[in-house]
């Protein structure tokens, strides 16, 4: 199975197939209820090249998921795969110590960041999920500020470990578990389309940051001053709702006039998901910490990290460790796949197969149960509504999702209600496997219909 000569996916019979039904049905029964992605895309996975994926019945993906955008040069690029090999033959684990293999990551990723940012920025490995870098993020801004509460945005998500579900805006996922981390206020972000404060659209970003503003201006606004203020510049999992220019900049410019320092999490955008390195950049902005982690190793090997102002240095030694966040195989496969980056051009490649996408996704914008279509780079998401009441209609999207699973193409639902299907291919994705991709899901799209139907 290669991408050379692809003509497009293949699926035959019914999903999942025999094979996979067997070992969907065995995994119900060992694991835990709380798996997600099985329920949705019913498929066991044989193997996978690239941006394609083969169930163990031989149906034959596009996969528009990417491991949720960890996977960034694909499946298995065969250079990570090498490097991979060699560094597992020569150390694997190694705590915080030094080595090569962690000096080359180190350099790669502070060479990646904005001239300006580059020589007053720090690193820390964190645990290795990107929940536990949002947890290293706050835990530094409260030790170097000596305050204790946090402003996060409506629509967010961060994880869901305890600080970073505090701070995510899913109410479902916290609800169960009582007792969380305290001093979180949510504002509204800047979601023009539906604008959290009832206004135009036009009017909306610009309300959103002025009502920050004068909540935390106002000596009666019931707000101390926050340890930090933590947001993300395309709320994925929210929807693929990119902040307005200048809701971003003005969040930037209140929290330095304030002295609070500004986390950005790039757990999602990071690693030139949105054609920059980190999405921060389209914005001219810069922010205090930078959260990264899934595609920071290109091949799926778990690290995580925070990049942070050297003024915030202020945690004494041991204040956050794990034991898995010397992981000298994500290190070197990180630092090679940031020379491929390079070489390859996968920026522009990003910018390109970005325009494509919406050139070809443009005439779904004329369907009444298509809300909008929006995105950057190779992180998009299409945003499906009851045409009848512009309710969201996560039913839909999922019917969606199912038709273009069974087309051969995985996509991912997000947003409020589950109502955006989610677009996150490899940012090194070919325009023949895009065109193909994007042929099944306007037809699915097309074929939800007014009445949500489906057959």
């Known amino acids: ?151 996060s945005f409506a629509g967010g998500f961060h994880g869901s470990t305890t600080a970073a579900m505090a701070v995510t805006g899913l109410v479902e996922q916290k609800a169960p578990v009582t007792n969380g981390m305290p001093g979180v206020h949510f504002f509204p972000y800047s979601s023009c389309t539906h604008c959290p404060l009832g206004l135009s659209p036009e009017s909306s970003g610009t309300a959103c940051a002025t009502y920050l503003e004068n909540a935390l201006t ?92 050297k003024a915030l240095d202020r945690w004494a030694p041991g204040a956050h460790i794990g034991t898995f966040r010397g992981n000298q195989v994500a290190f070197a496969t990180g630092a090679a796949a940031v020379d491929i980056v390079r070489r390859d051009r996968v920026l522009e490649n990003v910018r390109a197969r970005g325009e494509q996408v919406a050139a070809l996704l443009k005439p779904l914008e ?16 299409i945003e499906l509504v009851d045409p009848a009441t512009g309710r969201p209609d996560g039913a839909r999207a999922e019917a969606v999702q199912a038709r273009a699973l069974r087309g051969g193409v995985i996509v991912e639902t997000g947003g409020r209600d589950g109502c955006v299907v989610r677009l996150l291919p490899p940012l090194n994705v070919t325009a023949d496997i895009v065109a193909a991709a994007c042929r099944v899901l306007v037809d699915a799209v097309t074929a939800a219909g007014p009445t949500g139907e489906t057959a």
Request: charge should be negative.
């Open 218 to 309: 106002d000596p009666l606004g019931g707000i101390p001053r926050p340890a930090a203020v933590i947001m993300e510049m395309i709320q994925g999992e929210g929807g693929v709702i990119p902040a307005t220019r200048e809701f971003a900049r003005r969040v930037r410019a209140l929290t330095r006039e304030l002295g609070i320092p500004l986390i950005v999490d790039e757990v999602q955008t990071g690693c030139g998901r949105t054609g920059t390195w980190f999405a921060f950049e389209q914005y001219d902005i810069e922010p205090d910490v930078i959260v990264a982690s899934k595609a920071l190793s290109g091949i799926g090997t778990p690290v995580a990290v925070i990049l942070y102002d």
């Open 366 to 381: 004329s369907l009444e149960w298509v809300c909008e279509v929006r995105g950057r780079g190779l992180m998009w998401g």
């Open 1 to 151: 199975m290669t991408e050379e000569g692809f003509t497009g996916p293949t699926v035959s019979g019914d999903l999942p197939g025999p094979r996979s039904r067997a070992l969907l049905e065995r995994q119900a029964q060992r694991e835990s209820n709380a798996r997600t992605y099985p329920r949705h895309l019913p498929i066991a996975v044989a193997d996978a090249r690239g941006s394609l994926v083969r169930d163990v019945d031989g149906n034959v993906f596009i996969d528009f998921l990417a491991g949720a955008g960890v996977l960034s040069l694909g499946h298995n690029h065969p250079e990570l795969v090498r490097v991979a090999a060699r560094q597992l033959e020569t150390f694997t684990h190694g705590l915080d110590l030094p080595t090569p293999a962690k000096d080359d990551f180190v350099t790669a990723q502070l060479s990646m960041l904005p001239a300006a940012l580059r020589d007053r920025m720090k690193i820390h490995f964190c645990g290795p999920t990107g929940a536990n870098a949002v947890e290293a993020a706050i835990k530094l801004c409260k030790t170097a500020t000596g305050r204790g509460d946090v402003v």
